[in-house]
């Protein structure tokens, strides 16, 4: 079992930025892909970005292309989410999730992830 847990949300102004902070057990987040994905009401679950575990790629939605980065602080077993430019549409409940693979699939942003935490909720509003 595979626990994790995503802090870091909150309410911002459009234009403004918020860091997702995503902390795992042991070595899980260093060795694993961790993907970060949202979902809105009444919206399909989207896939924001992906890290692959060992070789430092990383995937990036088109839909927040030059606005998200994600990185990795292995020292501390976590994984942040720096979202910039924030726009209405990127509210949402976002997660971090992992199945214990190593590298993001060519499928990464539609799949099913075996172990994910229960979300922080990150609203834009002017």
């Known amino acids: 079992q595979v626990q994790l847990v995503e802090s870091g949300g909150g309410l911002v102004q459009p234009g403004g930025s918020l860091r997702l902070s995503c902390v795992g057990p042991?070595?899980?987040?260093?060795?694993?892909?961790i993907v970060w994905f949202r979902q809105a009401p009444g919206k399909e679950r989207e896939g924001v970005s992906c890290?692959?575990?060992?070789?430092?790629?990383?995937y990036y939605a088109e839909s927040v292309e030059g606005r998200f980065s994600i990185s990795r602080d292995n020292a501390k077993n976590t994984i942040h989410l720096q979202m910039n430019s924030l726009k209405p549409e990127d509210t949402a409940v976002y997660y971090c999730?992992?199945?214990?693979?190593?590298?993001?699939?060519?499928?990464?942003?539609?799949?099913?992830?075996?172990?994910r935490g229960q979300g922080t909720q990150v609203t834009v509003s002017s």
């Open positions: 890290a692959n575990g060992g070789d430092g790629r990383v």
């Open positions: 999730a992992t199945d214990g693979g190593l590298i993001c699939l060519r499928n990464w942003a539609g799949r099913e992830y075996d172990y």
């Open positions: 042991g070595k899980t987040l260093s060795a694993f892909a």
